[in-house]
């Protein structure tokens, strides 16, 4: 198969090491990246959005090749000051080039600019191939929020900005509950729904399931698109052995009621031939074999193959073997 429009969910620093490895695998493609706006969040008068950033800056090489997220070659000198002022939150790093991109966003905000509109226009800074699009899975305003075990709280739980949880937390308090605070008014743009109805092969990434891909599934409008769109619906699992390659996975995926294997991903994802389901195959870690009975049982077929993205030119070996199972 020599897809000539993919479309490819994703979000987090997984998401956009997987892109590369999809552009390093259908060079002449158009790519249209729906990412996932749920992370945003608003810290110092700044608006914040570090899936769309850390993609373009992956994409634009501009991205700190050690961590996989910020501005490579970075200072922190304003954060530094903030720390001097006392001013919070101290948890969360901005650095000093990141906080340019912030300061640009949050003045086009301010203008009335739309999030498609804004990440086009930071977009033109990072991204030189014509054929590769970065699109918010909605203009409306969307943040997750987790509900955690807390013996302090009057009620023994509370809620905070996943960013808090995250970052300022390490993901260590027991999570009761995920809510996405927006999630039922956040509506597909146009770009979104035009990519995957254009689409001739729709790749899910090995993203986050619960705070990356989820929100983008819960986005009104993705996902009856994805279960009409004609093209063949690929998903690749996060899930290696047992254990997330990169994030929390592990400490989200209980909270819905989904056990951290990659079988219980894939089912969760489901199949397009199930009401609700998504995907026509599904991509599995060599470690994960043993996994693939249950979900072919559940009616998806699935492939397994090495799925460490070590290199864009591995990922892309493995992305092409996905689409070659599921053609």
């Not at 608003?42 to 899936?51: F, N, V």
């Not at 906080?99 to 739309?114: F, K, M, N, S, Y």
Request: proline share 6%; aromatic share 6%; glycine share 10%.
């Amino acid at each position: 198969m020599n897809p000539r429009r993919i479309a490819v969910l994703a979000g987090g620093v997984g998401g956009s090491r997987f892109v590369r490895g999809v552009r390093a695998a259908y060079p002449d493609a158009r790519i249209d990246v729906i990412v996932n706006t749920a992370d945003d969040v608003t810290l110092h008068g700044l608006r914040i959005c570090p899936d769309i950033d850390t993609m373009l800056y992956a994409l634009g090489d501009g991205i700190d090749p050690d961590k996989g997220w910020g501005r490579a070659d970075e200072t922190w000198s304003i954060m530094a000051e903030l720390k001097d002022y006392r001013v919070e939150p101290t948890w969360f790093a901005l650095g000093d080039r990141d906080i340019a991109t912030h300061l640009v966003r949050t003045q086009l905000v301010a203008a009335g600019a739309t999030s498609t509109e804004i990440t086009a226009a930071l977009a033109t800074r990072w991204i030189t191939d014509p054929a590769l699009h970065v699109l918010p899975m909605t203009d409306g305003r969307v943040e997750t929020h987790v509900v955690v075990v807390d013996p302090d709280a009057p009620s023994g739980r509370r809620a905070m900005h996943f960013q808090e949880f995250w970052v300022r937390h390490h993901a260590e308090p027991e999570v009761l509950d995920i809510v996405q605070v927006g999630i039922d008014d956040a509506t597909a743009t146009q770009e979104v729904s035009e990519a995957l109805t254009a689409a001739d092969l729709v790749l899910v990434g090995p993203s986050n399931p619960v705070v990356s891909i989820g929100p983008i599934l819960a986005t009104r409008g993705v996902r009856p698109a994805l279960r009409a769109t004609p093209a063949r619906v690929i998903g690749f699992s996060g899930i290696l052995g047992g254990s997330p390659v990169l994030g929390m996975a592990h400490r989200l995926l209980p909270a819905i009621g989904v056990e951290v294997t990659a079988g219980a991903v894939g089912r969760h994802y489901g199949t397009r031939r199930s009401p609700g389901g998504i995907l026509d195959a599904w991509v599995v870690d060599s470690r994960d074999e043993a996994e693939v009975v249950g979900v072919e049982r559940a009616g998806l077929p699935t492939l397994v193959v090495p799925l460490l993205m070590t290199s864009p030119e591995a990922t892309a070996e493995f992305i092409r073997a996905g689409v070659e199972f599921a053609s």
